[in-house]
């Protein structure tokens, strides 16, 4: 039994109650940023205001579930790359595999909204004159010097070792930390919570703050 199923009219109250709080919350940033001292579009910091950015992400978060009834996430995102991959390199040992029977890799609306987020953050650098031509940040830089190969060694293992925890936690800072959270979801907010104390207690160390 499919305990997701909702009636037609639990579906209508839902998506109302999605697409109103969508208006209000575009309302609400409307008036905040008429009425402020300072102009959040003119924002004296990166070129796109993170005010508005964040609010466009809680807008794209309702409008989400109003359209498709699915929540963000990009974690998953990885699971049909690696999928994409093995079936070029391995595909006996892909037909083998439990994961993918049940979860055959395609390009679905996540693969497709990772993409789009990709695209998106290079549009946003393109047009707000912040895109560098950099392969390390200046904090690591200023850190551990300006060898590629030791960021290289470090970042790669690094981003495993989150995927592998995204994965395990059912859940990245998309899926638990936006959508989770906007659902009051008790599990995604003590994912988040460990996150954020997970990178406090390797950032502190790591560069000596």
């Known amino acids: 039994m499919n305990t997701n199923m909702h009636t037609p009219g639990?579906?209508?109250?839902r998506r109302a109650a999605y697409l109103i709080g969508s208006l209000t919350l575009l309302f609400v940033c409307i008036a905040a940023n008429a009425g402020a001292s300072a102009n959040a579009l003119d924002y004296p910091g990166p070129a796109w205001s993170p005010y508005l950015?964040?609010?466009?992400?809680?807008?794209?978060?309702?409008?989400?579930?109003?359209?498709?009834?699915?929540?963000i996430g990009a974690s998953s995102f990885y699971a049909q790359l690696a999928g994409f991959l093995g079936k070029r390199i391995a595909p006996?040992?892909?037909?083998s595999l439990t994961y993918f029977k049940d979860n055959p890799p395609r390009v679905n609306w996540g693969f497709v909204f990772v993409v789009a987020t990709i695209v998106g953050g290079a549009i946003a650098a393109l047009t707000g004159g912040e895109f560098a031509n950099e392969w390390l940040p200046p904090i690591w830089e200023a850190r551990f010097?300006?060898?590629?190969?030791?960021?290289?060694?470090?970042?790669?293992?690094?981003?495993?070792?989150?995927?592998?925890g995204a994965r395990l936690a059912g859940g990245c800072t998309s899926g638990h930390g936006i959508s989770g959270?906007?659902?009051?979801?008790?599990?995604?907010?003590?994912?988040?919570?460990c996150i954020f104390v997970g990178g406090v207690a390797v950032a502190l160390p790591l560069y000596k703050l």
Do not use: E
């Not at 006996?92 to 037909?95: C, Q, S």
């Not at 470090?154 to 989150?162: E, K």
């Not at 659902?183 to 995604?188: D, G």
């Open 92 to 95: 006996r040992h892909m037909a």
């Open 53 to 71: 950015v964040g609010a466009g992400i809680g807008v794209l978060s309702w409008l989400t579930l109003y359209f498709s009834d699915k929540s």
């Open 10 to 13: 639990q579906l209508i109250s």
């Open 145 to 164: 010097g300006d060898s590629v190969a030791l960021r290289a060694a470090i970042a790669f293992p690094g981003g495993m070792l989150m995927a592998f």
């Open 181 to 193: 959270t906007l659902q009051l979801n008790v599990a995604s907010w003590i994912a988040v919570i």
